[in-house]
């Protein structure tokens, strides 16, 4: 049982597929998410996929301030994403608000009260090396979970 | 007898004599007007062929709000804005509607009506546009509370839309979060068969309140502020509010700093245009191209990079000026990188237009007429794809633009090839604009900003635009003689786009929307800033 | 007609590799980057930084000191201490910390990859000592504001008092706002007394 447990946590790990929620922030850190998939930075060197799918998603990255009206779609889309699943909170507003963060009647962050937060990755917007790194830590952490 | 007098005569026969001016700059006028003649001065600013900019309301505390109405004639020989207030009430804020007059009142009425609570009678659909739909009515007179958590968790699912739309034909949902669409929003498409037969649009899904924070922070700490409005086009908000600021105290900035600024939003455009090829790319499926694109891009980013100390946010434009210079070694950088990329650009643009597979997902789809552009108010490369030769840095030159050569690139088409043939030759002009701003910088000496910024008076305004990748970004910011603004309005060029795609979206088959969607680049986190009004009445001011 | 200006391009570009060495080599990141702000022994704790700060990244906050040099050293010197937090997770890394600080204490360094588990993982703190009142021993300013602050005074005020201010300064500068107004007449420092 335990050899099966340790394949698939091996295969897992070395293919994530990667869920991507704009949730209301600049677009900022969506780019640079976008960079990240380019040539340059090339995340499927790690053997992710950025594919918008939350069927058969392993790591969810989200970003922005989550205003209001999101946050019931956004809790619902990250709960159909199958355990055992990585939850980055990428750039400050999805950290902490950010700039946005204060007397603000919209938004809903930090998205740690909001969801289970794995990994931050914090930055206005973090560079894509910075979000690579985030990544390749978060497969780390998959691994770890579905032990 | 210029162009503004004969406005403004007319305007004066309109409203009944009543009409009450001033002006702030040669191309600048505001009228107030009585609130009862709304509709007869539309109608005659419509006359002289003027466009709906944007609606603004100031809050004036208990004396109620001033609704004002920002026109911008683009065919005058001259650069000229007309601003007509009219004033409301506080206790029953009601006003005509003039969207039964032009459709570009339509967005920006329902906005103002759910922000500040105004009734604007004789709209045709006063749905919330912004905040939920199941946000209480009439947010104006206490919905939204200060520092209140209140509002509604309810989920996209409390979207409605009109019955009638569909007429019993098949309704598909697409959002909030959708694999077609990047940011989030929600579609209703209405379809017969394979054809789209209506559009409806409910953005509002990143609407993070900024207008409503600007106000509560100095004018230093908005310049940041109002530069994550998008990501995309940072460089043009900060451009927009610094001049905005700018224009309030009259400040002259010097010529290096003007230089430095066209610089950046010329990058800028490269930057955000190239961004929408790669996107448009990914949708047709060409992804060789996408990575291409990708690939050359990061040569801008690595500009601004190097440049400013940011790729996305570069923080360039303070009030009074710049922050940081582009001499000696980082000139030469600058120069050694443009020409690497304009060789690019030439090769990226060449195949593109000359790939017979992106031809034929572009052609004839998504059509907008330029009467219906003329009609819709829409800006920037989605008005010149449509034969409406408007651009802000040649009808309202700001910065340096007024030095710099360049041609407008427009196409009479109105279809998706036509908006991208557009923005493949403004990629051209803007790498011309970007080598000239830097000549100019190595024939100039001087400081990159202002000594000081003087304080401004209760009651200053400016109203301030440039043309941003996407179009004309109108920036309206009202002083209240305290260093936090009154009022920091801005209208982003996706929100006159944005209900462009009812009219484009019509008669195309379901599998080419996302492309037609993504070929007048909407960008949602632009649409869906703006502020709700607190309860009750605004102190500090009498 | 087709163009070949794209498999050119390609046929260019074969052999030369676009992708960074991420994570094995870390391009250098150039002279002008923004990553994080890092605080220099140089802070006196003005704080023009947390009041500039456009997310309110940079937070103050005094903190107690309980335990002293014990009984027989009597009262503490410094009866409290400054904690400085600049809150990574919030920092928008725009330089205008380093633009105010008028020290030159605060620099925006090389460092950006902050990816935690924890957000406030990477947070900066910096302590700086409080002076305390000279009468009634209580903390009110930072000691080295008020140090730097006494030497601005001296410096900018006109020359024909400058003897007269220099000569003052000891006698109310480590006094809080309060006892100062209190015992002013005592102090002997009017401006009457300048003109």
Redesign the interface.
């Not at chain 1, 960079?35 to 340059?40: E, H, K, L, S």
């Not at chain 1, 946005?100 to 794995?118: A, E, K, M, W």
């Not at chain 2, 990079?305 to 360039?316: A, C, L, P, V, Y």
């Not at chain 3, 380093?98 to 090389?110: I, M, R, T, W, Y």
């Given at each position: 049982m335990d050899t099966i447990r340790a394949i698939r946590s091996f295969s897992r790990a070395k293919s994530p597929w990667i869920l991507h929620l704009p949730s209301g922030g600049c677009n900022g850190c969506d780019i640079e998410v976008l960079a990240c998939t380019g040539?340059?930075?090339?995340i499927e060197?790690f053997g992710c996929l950025v594919r918008q799918n939350p069927r058969f998603a392993d790591i969810v990255i989200v970003t922005g301030a989550v205003p209001c009206h999101l946050k019931s779609s956004l809790k619902r889309t990250v709960e159909k994403v199958p355990d055992p699943k990585i939850v980055i909170?990428l750039g400050?507003c999805a950290?902490?608000?950010?700039?946005f963060?204060?007397r603000n009647y919209s938004i809903r962050t930090?998205l740690?009260s909001i969801l289970p937060v794995?990994?931050?990755?914090?930055?206005?917007p973090?560079?894509p090396?910075?979000i690579?790194?985030?990544i390749?830590?978060s497969v780390a952490?998959l691994r770890e979970k579905s032990l | 007898m210029s162009i503004k007098d004969r406005v403004l005569e007319r305007l004066a026969e309109a409203s009944g004599g009543t009409i009450q001016g001033y002006d702030r700059g040669p191309s600048r006028a505001y009228v107030r007007i009585p609130k009862g003649k709304v509709g007869d001065v539309a109608r005659t600013l419509i006359e002289f062929g003027a466009r709906l900019s944007a609606i603004s309301v100031v809050d004036l505390g208990h004396r109620g709000f001033d609704v004002v109405y920002h026109h911008s004639l683009d065919q005058a020989e001259s650069p000229l804005m007309i601003s007509a207030k009219a004033q409301v009430e506080r206790e029953e804020p009601l006003i005509e509607s003039i969207t039964p007059l032009t459709p570009q009142a339509d967005w920006a009425e329902r906005e103002m009506a759910e922000m500040y609570g105004i009734t604007f009678r004789g709209h045709p659909d006063l749905r919330h546009l912004i905040l939920p739909p199941d946000w209480s009515k009439g947010s104006g007179s206490g919905a939204v509370q200060e520092g209140a958590a209140v509002g509604t968790e309810g989920g996209g699912e409390g979207v409605r839309l009109p019955r009638d739309l569909m007429k019993g034909k098949a309704r598909i949902p697409v959002g909030v979060y959708h694999p077609m669409l990047i940011e989030p929003v929600y579609f209703a498409l209405g379809v017969d068969g394979e054809r789209i037969t209506g559009v409806d649009l409910k953005p509002g899904f990143a609407h993070r309140g900024i207008m409503k924070l600007a106000e509560e922070?100095s004018y230093?700490?908005d310049?940041?502020?109002v530069e994550?409005v998008c990501g995309i086009c940072s460089a043009s908000h900060t451009a927009a509010y610094c001049k905005g600021v700018e224009m309030l105290g009259g400040v002259e900035i010097p010529d290096r700093a003007r230089y430095i600024r066209t610089f950046m939003c010329e990058l800028e455009r490269i930057h955000s245009h190239t961004l929408w090829l790669a996107i448009a790319m990914d949708l047709i499926g060409f992804d060789?191209?996408l990575m291409?694109i990708l690939?050359e891009r990061e040569r801008v980013l690595d500009m601004r990079?190097?440049?400013?100390?940011?790729r996305i946010?570069t923080?360039m434009s303070k009030i009074g000026g710049v922050?940081?210079d582009i001499s000696g070694d980082a000139l030469a950088k600058a120069r050694a990188s443009l020409s690497l990329l304009g060789d690019?650009v030439?090769?990226?643009s060449?195949?593109v237009?000359?790939?017979?597979l992106v031809r034929r997902r572009l052609e004839g789809r998504g059509v907008l007429a330029a009467r219906d552009a003329m009609r819709l108010g829409v800006v920037g490369p989605v008005a010149r794809g449509s034969g409406v030769p408007m651009d802000v840095r040649k009808s309202d030159p700001y910065d340096a633009y007024s030095e710099v050569s360049f041609g407008i690139a427009t196409r009479t088409e109105g279809d998706s090839l036509a908006r991208t043939e557009v923005r493949l030759d403004e990629l051209a002009e803007s790498l011309s604009i970007c080598r000239q701003c830097l000549d100019r910088l190595e024939g100039t000496a001087g400081p990159i900003a202002a000594e000081e910024v003087p304080e401004f008076d209760d009651g200053a305004e400016a109203l301030s635009r440039v043309e941003a990748p996407r179009g004309e970004l109108l920036y309206y910011i009202v002083s209240n003689g305290t260093n936090q603004p009154a009022l920091v309005r801005i209208r982003t060029p996706s929100f006159m786009n944005n209900p462009a795609l009812s009219t484009i979206l019509k008669g195309e088959t379901f599998a080419d929307a996302p492309l037609v969607i993504g070929s007048i680049d909407p960008c949602l986190s632009c649409t869906d800033r703006i502020e709700a009004v607190r309860q009750g009445i605004r102190s500090g001011r009498a | 007609?087709?163009?070949f200006?794209?498999l050119?391009?390609?046929l260019r570009?074969l052999g030369k590799c676009?992708?960074?060495g991420?994570?094995d080599v870390?391009?250098p990141?150039?002279p002008?980057?923004?990553g994080r702000p890092e605080v220099s022994e140089d802070c006196m704790g003005c704080q023009a930084c947390a009041e500039?700060c456009?997310?309110?990244a940079i937070r103050t906050e005094p903190r107690d000191i309980t335990s002293c040099g014990g009984a027989d050293a009597g009262p503490a010197k410094f009866g409290t201490r400054l904690v400085l937090t600049v809150?990574?997770?919030?920092?928008?890394?725009?330089?205008?910390c380093q633009?105010v600080c008028p020290k030159e204490a605060v620099k925006?360094g090389g460092c950006?990859?902050?990816?935690?588990?924890?957000?406030s993982?990477?947070d900066l703190r910096r302590e700086v000592a409080l002076a305390a009142c000279g009468v009634c021993g209580r903390p009110f300013a930072p000691r080295g504001q008020l140090e730097w602050v006494g030497l601005r005074v001296v410096d900018q005020i006109d020359p024909s008092v400058r003897d007269a201010v220099k000569a003052d300064l000891p006698a109310y500068r480590d006094l809080c706002p309060d006892c100062r107004r209190t015992i002013s007449i005592r102090l002997n420092t009017h401006t009457e007394k300048y003109i």
């Amino acid at each position: 049982m335990d050899t099966i447990r340790a394949i698939r946590s091996f295969s897992r790990a070395k293919s994530p597929w990667i869920l991507h929620l704009p949730s209301g922030g600049c677009n900022g850190c969506d780019i640079e998410v976008l960079a990240c998939t380019g040539p340059r930075y090339d995340i499927e060197r790690f053997g992710c996929l950025v594919r918008q799918n939350p069927r058969f998603a392993d790591i969810v990255i989200v970003t922005g301030a989550v205003p209001c009206h999101l946050k019931s779609s956004l809790k619902r889309t990250v709960e159909k994403v199958p355990d055992p699943k990585i939850v980055i909170a990428l750039g400050d507003c999805a950290c902490t608000g950010g700039i946005f963060s204060g007397r603000n009647y919209s938004i809903r962050t930090p998205l740690g009260s909001i969801l289970p937060v794995d990994l931050y990755v914090p930055g206005c917007p973090p560079r894509p090396d910075a979000i690579l790194s985030g990544i390749i830590r978060s497969v780390a952490l998959l691994r770890e979970k579905s032990l | 007898m210029s162009i503004k007098d004969r406005v403004l005569e007319r305007l004066a026969e309109a409203s009944g004599g009543t009409i009450q001016g001033y002006d702030r700059g040669p191309s600048r006028a505001y009228v107030r007007i009585p609130k009862g003649k709304v509709g007869d001065v539309a109608r005659t600013l419509i006359e002289f062929g003027a466009r709906l900019s944007a609606i603004s309301v100031v809050d004036l505390g208990h004396r109620g709000f001033d609704v004002v109405y920002h026109h911008s004639l683009d065919q005058a020989e001259s650069p000229l804005m007309i601003s007509a207030k009219a004033q409301v009430e506080r206790e029953e804020p009601l006003i005509e509607s003039i969207t039964p007059l032009t459709p570009q009142a339509d967005w920006a009425e329902r906005e103002m009506a759910e922000m500040y609570g105004i009734t604007f009678r004789g709209h045709p659909d006063l749905r919330h546009l912004i905040l939920p739909p199941d946000w209480s009515k009439g947010s104006g007179s206490g919905a939204v509370q200060e520092g209140a958590a209140v509002g509604t968790e309810g989920g996209g699912e409390g979207v409605r839309l009109p019955r009638d739309l569909m007429k019993g034909k098949a309704r598909i949902p697409v959002g909030v979060y959708h694999p077609m669409l990047i940011e989030p929003v929600y579609f209703a498409l209405g379809v017969d068969g394979e054809r789209i037969t209506g559009v409806d649009l409910k953005p509002g899904f990143a609407h993070r309140g900024i207008m409503k924070l600007a106000e509560e922070r100095s004018y230093t700490r908005d310049t940041f502020l109002v530069e994550r409005v998008c990501g995309i086009c940072s460089a043009s908000h900060t451009a927009a509010y610094c001049k905005g600021v700018e224009m309030l105290g009259g400040v002259e900035i010097p010529d290096r700093a003007r230089y430095i600024r066209t610089f950046m939003c010329e990058l800028e455009r490269i930057h955000s245009h190239t961004l929408w090829l790669a996107i448009a790319m990914d949708l047709i499926g060409f992804d060789s191209m996408l990575m291409m694109i990708l690939r050359e891009r990061e040569r801008v980013l690595d500009m601004r990079e190097e440049i400013s100390g940011g790729r996305i946010t570069t923080g360039m434009s303070k009030i009074g000026g710049v922050r940081r210079d582009i001499s000696g070694d980082a000139l030469a950088k600058a120069r050694a990188s443009l020409s690497l990329l304009g060789d690019a650009v030439a090769s990226i643009s060449s195949a593109v237009r000359s790939d017979p597979l992106v031809r034929r997902r572009l052609e004839g789809r998504g059509v907008l007429a330029a009467r219906d552009a003329m009609r819709l108010g829409v800006v920037g490369p989605v008005a010149r794809g449509s034969g409406v030769p408007m651009d802000v840095r040649k009808s309202d030159p700001y910065d340096a633009y007024s030095e710099v050569s360049f041609g407008i690139a427009t196409r009479t088409e109105g279809d998706s090839l036509a908006r991208t043939e557009v923005r493949l030759d403004e990629l051209a002009e803007s790498l011309s604009i970007c080598r000239q701003c830097l000549d100019r910088l190595e024939g100039t000496a001087g400081p990159i900003a202002a000594e000081e910024v003087p304080e401004f008076d209760d009651g200053a305004e400016a109203l301030s635009r440039v043309e941003a990748p996407r179009g004309e970004l109108l920036y309206y910011i009202v002083s209240n003689g305290t260093n936090q603004p009154a009022l920091v309005r801005i209208r982003t060029p996706s929100f006159m786009n944005n209900p462009a795609l009812s009219t484009i979206l019509k008669g195309e088959t379901f599998a080419d929307a996302p492309l037609v969607i993504g070929s007048i680049d909407p960008c949602l986190s632009c649409t869906d800033r703006i502020e709700a009004v607190r309860q009750g009445i605004r102190s500090g001011r009498a | 007609m087709p163009s070949f200006s794209l498999l050119a391009r390609s046929l260019r570009n074969l052999g030369k590799c676009a992708t960074s060495g991420f994570p094995d080599v870390r391009e250098p990141t150039p002279p002008r980057f923004r990553g994080r702000p890092e605080v220099s022994e140089d802070c006196m704790g003005c704080q023009a930084c947390a009041e500039q700060c456009p997310s309110g990244a940079i937070r103050t906050e005094p903190r107690d000191i309980t335990s002293c040099g014990g009984a027989d050293a009597g009262p503490a010197k410094f009866g409290t201490r400054l904690v400085l937090t600049v809150e990574v997770a919030r920092c928008l890394f725009c330089g205008r910390c380093q633009e105010v600080c008028p020290k030159e204490a605060v620099k925006l360094g090389g460092c950006y990859d902050f990816s935690t588990q924890h957000p406030s993982g990477f947070d900066l703190r910096r302590e700086v000592a409080l002076a305390a009142c000279g009468v009634c021993g209580r903390p009110f300013a930072p000691r080295g504001q008020l140090e730097w602050v006494g030497l601005r005074v001296v410096d900018q005020i006109d020359p024909s008092v400058r003897d007269a201010v220099k000569a003052d300064l000891p006698a109310y500068r480590d006094l809080c706002p309060d006892c100062r107004r209190t015992i002013s007449i005592r102090l002997n420092t009017h401006t009457e007394k300048y003109i």
